[in-house]
């Protein structure tokens, strides 16, 4: 069972290092204790997002439907032949992952099968369950049994993982309409992205990102660096794509070179080491 556990956890490592060399960089900042529990999130989540976005020629309601019951049933018995599962069902049940964030996350993969446009309450929901129910996730395993610091650090995760999630749209927005037909944003149509939309949406971003900075600040020492790495990247995404006219974000998809990546992720351990967040 050891050996099962082991091979499932390596499979979840696998698929972030294959899906994100942000989170894997960010993660390996962690706290050696802590790679596991987060690599199996990722893998977790990462697999259900990549059945409502890319199994085009398959059913994907039946498909997300499935791997939601089995989910719970994994949970549940505390076992799955899937590996992806095996490793979120360990993680869940050892750190005592809420159901209802689980329940949320599905609630806005399901969303992506059918909504193309969203009302701000719809908006507000989808990013719940699809990013800060993320961070809490994670939360509950940087906190391991210490409930009064996460329900102390539960609001500056969401507003961290909100942050994260709308910076994703403005990168994506060429490829999640031409795609998928989906805009994100309330009241935004991509063919007429507007200067003005664009800049409340970053003002908007940068409200979370100063709340999320704070939170990072108060967080266990072990995953403190990981979590302020990811901080770094996505805000170099964010400087990018604000200098990037709304044009031009409906054609290219911004990126950060892994170079400079790798340039971030030391400049952003020494400010760790010495406390100069």
Not at 68 to 79: N, R
Not at 136 to 154: G, K, P, Q, T
Request: aromatic share 16%; proline share 3%.
């Amino acid at each position: 069972m050891n050996f099962y556990n082991e091979t499932s956890l390596a499979c979840s490592k696998l698929i972030t290092n294959a899906y994100s060399t942000s989170f894997s960089m960010g993660i390996k900042a962690f706290d050696k204790a802590l790679h596991e529990p987060i690599y199996a999130i990722y893998g977790f989540v990462r697999y259900a997002d990549e059945i409502v976005d890319t199994f085009h020629d398959y059913d994907k309601q039946a498909l997300i439907t499935r791997f939601k019951a089995d989910t719970f049933q994994a949970i549940e018995e505390g076992i799955s032949l899937n590996p992806v599962l095996q490793s979120f069902q360990w993680v869940v049940n050892n750190y005592q992952i809420e159901p209802e964030f689980i329940t949320a996350f599905f609630d806005s993969m399901e969303m992506d099968l059918y909504k193309t446009k969203f009302t701000q309450q719809e908006y507000e929901t989808y990013i719940y369950g699809s990013a800060e129910v993320i961070g809490l996730m994670c939360l509950r395993v940087f906190c391991a049994d210490n409930r009064a610091d996460f329900d102390v650090l539960a609001p500056f995760a969401k507003r961290l993982g909100s942050a994260f999630q709308k910076i994703n749209f403005l990168r994506d927005i060429a490829s999640d309409f031409e795609e998928r037909g989906r805009v994100y944003f309330p009241d935004v149509r991509f063919e007429a992205f507007s200067e003005v939309e664009k800049q409340a949406i970053e003002q908007d971003i940068a409200r979370e990102f100063a709340d999320g900075l704070e939170g990072i600040k108060n967080l266990p020492e072990g995953c403190k660096k990981g979590v302020y790495l990811a901080y770094v990247y996505y805000t170099q995404l964010f400087e990018k794509i604000k200098q990037t006219p709304a044009s031009v974000l409906r054609t290219t998809r911004i990126r950060v070179s892994d170079a400079k990546k790798i340039w971030l992720m030391a400049q952003s351990l020494v400010k760790v080491k010495f406390n100069t967040l």
